[in-house]
T-cell receptor
């Protein structure tokens, strides 16, 4: 059974803290993605990576950075968490040769910044 | 204007009803049209996808794409309480990295 796992289901952090969200996939997918999901706004792409050490900004990269040192692992970093980063964070992966870019999602991390 | 528009609902129907979920889009370059289902406290999972125009059927689910109208639909026949979830439409260009998602329609099927 293919899987995308995320390090935490729920996280509570304080304003100004550095936050790490980890994502691991076991499907040998080249592409990995980080989204945030907010009511009424749907899924918004933060960053994606199409290969190890490669990263591309999505639609809302401000306040975030990413790291992809290994093919299976993609980390999202909030350098200095703020209350407007309270959200559901979803990681996904897809195969490079997939024309449809079919994505497999993790269960999500609900982050609350106080 | 958003690239993809989807009514967030909620949509509440009795068990056994036919459900129609819809999205409109503005970018004529989209070639793959997908529907994801997301249960509460879970990540989205792909339900169906269609390439270009036409219909695709899978059990109780039918996806339709009308590229001339830039309109896609998902029909659920004989809806069940287990179909209660948020349904997100999504679309992408051939070979594209970026998939654009609708906001999702929350569906409740009452027993």
């Amino acid at each position: 059974d293919v899987k995308v796992t995320q390090s935490s289901r729920y996280l509570v952090k304080r304003t100004g803290e550095k936050v790490f969200l980890e994502c691991v996939q076991d499907m040998d997918h080249e592409n990995m993605f980080w989204y945030r999901q907010d009511p009424g706004l749907g899924l918004r792409l933060i960053y994606f990576s199409y290969d190890v050490k490669m990263k591309e900004k999505g639609d809302i990269p401000e306040g975030y950075s990413v790291s992809r040192e290994k093919k299976e692992r993609f980390s999202l970093i909030l350098e200095s968490a703020s209350t407007n980063q309270t959200s559901m964070y979803l990681c996904a992966s897809s195969l490079r040769t997939s024309g449809s870019n079919e994505q497999f999602f993790g269960p999500g991390t609900r982050l609350t910044v106080l | 204007q958003k690239e993809v528009e989807q009514d967030p609902g909620p949509l509440s129907v009795p068990e056994g009803a036919i459900v129609s979920l819809n999205c409109t889009y503005s970018n004529s370059a989209f070639q793959y049209f997908m529907w994801y289902r997301q249960y509460s406290r879970k990540g989205p999972e792909l339900l169906m996808y269609t390439y270009s125009s036409g219909n695709k059927e899978d059990g109780r689910f039918t996806a339709q794409v009308d590229k001339s109208s830039k309109y896609i639909s998902l029909f659920i026949r004989d809806s069940q309480p287990s179909d209660s979830a948020t349904y997100l439409c999504a679309m992408t260009r051939t070979g594209g990295f970026k998939t654009i998602f609708g906001a999702g329609t929350r569906l409740f099927v009452k027993a």
